[in-house]
């Protein structure tokens, strides 16, 4: 069975940091594209960034490059987000998703989804 745990999500003031978790089990991690995305109401969930399977690349969304760290940890068959000078507007359900197939971070190519956690950006 295959389960995806997101953790680490809070509340942060604007330009601090956070480091949310996806602790895989039922699969291993690195023989899949992982990927992050975020929701908030009203609006589609957005890709944030994905590793990719083939290459083990690492690919971000416009929004979110230069201030967001995506890595894995196999030994954990963890995947971490690494978030640093938080914005507003980056307040959002944060989940993670695998997939085996595919290269690209849209959310409806995944297959395989964690529950979310809450990161609220707010001073």
């Known amino acids: 069975q295959v389960q995806l745990v997101e953790s680490g999500g809070g509340l942060v003031q604007p330009g601090g940091s956070l480091r949310l978790s996806c602790a895989a089990s039922?699969?291993?991690?690195?023989?899949?594209?992982s990927g992050w995305f975020r929701q908030t109401p009203g609006k589609q969930r957005e890709g944030v960034g994905f590793i990719s399977r083939q290459d083990g690349s690492v690919h971000y969304a416009d929004s979110v490059k230069g201030r967001f760290t995506i890595s894995r940890d196999n030994t954990k068959n963890t995947m971490y987000l690494e978030m640093n000078s938080l914005k507003p507007e980056d307040t959002a359900i944060y989940s993670c998703a695998v997939d085996p197939m595919v290269v690209d971070f849209l959310p409806r190519h995944y297959d395989y989804w964690g529950q979310g956690t809450q990161v609220t950006v707010s001073p």
């Open positions: 039922g699969l291993t991690l690195d023989h899949y594209a």
